[in-house]
């Protein structure tokens, strides 16, 4: 299958700072990415949906300002959260598919990145 | 919002049985996708199962749906330890706007204990 490296895997912040979180499709183009969000022992929730060139769609109750989603290539996007805050720790995970060509098929996910606002 | 909801939401076996899952949704979709994550890594997709599909296999999966009951069940057969993970079913739908747009049941976590 395809491969999404997500990256970093951990990082820890001091609060008021942004951290930015990498997703790349390594061995597709990806026309559309996605980014959840899940907390210990609960479902993944979709945060947002980039698409390559344009802006994100965000779903309902994500700051959008808190959130930056950049999708400016068919290889990367990346999710910055902005002035972070202790209840912004939480495990971020990224898909990413292909509509031209895998209409049809399964996302494929990066490994997520753990991040925790001390 | 949640599209899936799973029971159960634990499931604890013994090695060598068999491991059923199920996942019921509420709208449209295009396919269902069921993926297993380990404990704080990233999503494994497992398997895929179209809407005009009934059921499906992949070495001890077996998938089936049913599309008038808006449900879906996952089965492991022969359980192994290695097994223990959490198991996501997916729902796959076009949404307005254009695109698909996959969402996640609430997961069963299933313990395969030796």
């Known amino acids: 299958g395809a491969v999404v490296s997500q990256h970093p895997s951990r990082v820890i912040c001091k609060s008021g700072t942004s951290v930015k979180i990498e997703c790349r499709s390594l061995d597709f183009q990806a026309t559309t990415m996605f980014w959840y969000r899940q907390f210990p022992k609960q479902s993944l929730m979709l945060m947002a949906t980039?698409?390559?060139?344009?802006?994100?769609?965000?779903e309902q109750g994500v700051e959008k300002d808190k959130f930056l989603i950049n999708h400016a290539s068919l290889t990367l996007s990346t999710l910055t959260v902005t002035s972070a805050h202790p209840e912004d720790s939480s495990f971020y995970i990224c898909?990413?598919?292909?509509?031209?060509?895998?209409?049809?098929?399964?996302?494929?996910f990066g490994q997520g990145t753990r991040l925790t606002v001390v | 919002s949640q599209q899936g909801e799973e029971d159960p939401q634990a499931l604890s076996i013994q090695e060598g049985e068999n491991a059923t899952m199920n996942c019921s949704y509420k709208t449209s979709i295009n396919n269902l996708q069921w993926y297993r994550q380990n404990s704080g890594r990233g999503l494994v997709h497992l398997i895929l199962i179209r809407s005009n599909e009934r059921e499906k296999h992949s070495g001890r999966l077996r998938v089936t749906l049913d599309t008038s009951k808006k449900s879906s069940s996952l089965l492991i057969t022969a359980s192994r330890a290695a097994d223990t993970a959490s198991y996501f079913c997916a729902t796959d739908a076009w949404v307005t706007g254009g695109g698909n747009k996959l969402t996640f049941g609430t997961g069963t976590q299933l313990k395969v204990e030796l």
């Open positions: 980039s698409n390559e060139g344009s802006k994100a769609t965000y």
């Open positions: 898909s990413a598919r292909d509509y031209r060509t895998r209409l049809n098929t399964e996302a494929f």
